[in-house]
Nanobody, 124 residues
Framework: QVQLAEFGGDSVQSGGSLRLSCTAS??????MAWWRQAPGKEREAVAA???????FYATPVKGRFTISQDNAKNTLYLQMNSLKPEDTAKYYC????????????????????WGRGTQVTVSS
């Protein structure tokens, strides 16, 4: 059974940095993504990376967040810099296995596996 586990959430001040990680294994062709959900808001896609290494970013995080993967460690990362209070949310990693890669990366129902999330809180 596939299990995803996120780590690295914390409370930081505005302008600070955090690195989230997610352990996931067992996939050959895939899209792996970070999503977030703030209280009272819908879940939104943050960034994605496919098994070919192509990356995708949501407009609010471009230039501040970097998604990467270490295949040897079966780990997905999200480096978050210049954090803002509006980045406060619970962050989830998700995997869409299969040959379509990240064609629908902003569609939550495309993802078959989800982690339980890790909380990121950014104070002003």
């Amino acid at each position: 059974q596939v299990q995803l586990a996120e780590f690295g959430g914390d409370s930081v001040q505005s302008g600070g940095s955090l690195r989230l990680s997610c352990t996931a294994s067992g996939f050959t062709r895939y899209c792996m993504a970070w999503w977030r959900q703030a209280p009272g808001k819908e879940r939104e896609a943050v960034a994605a990376i496919d098994s070919d290494g192509e990356t995708f970013y949501a407009t609010p995080v471009k230039g501040r967040f970097t998604i990467s993967q270490d295949n040897a460690k079966n780990t997905l990362y999200l480096q978050m810099n210049s954090l803002k209070p509006e980045d406060t949310a619970k962050y989830y990693c998700a995997v869409d296995p299969g040959p379509m890669l990240c064609r629908g990366w902003t569609l939550p129902y495309d993802y078959k596996y989800w982690g339980r999330g890790t909380q990121v809180t950014v104070s002003s």
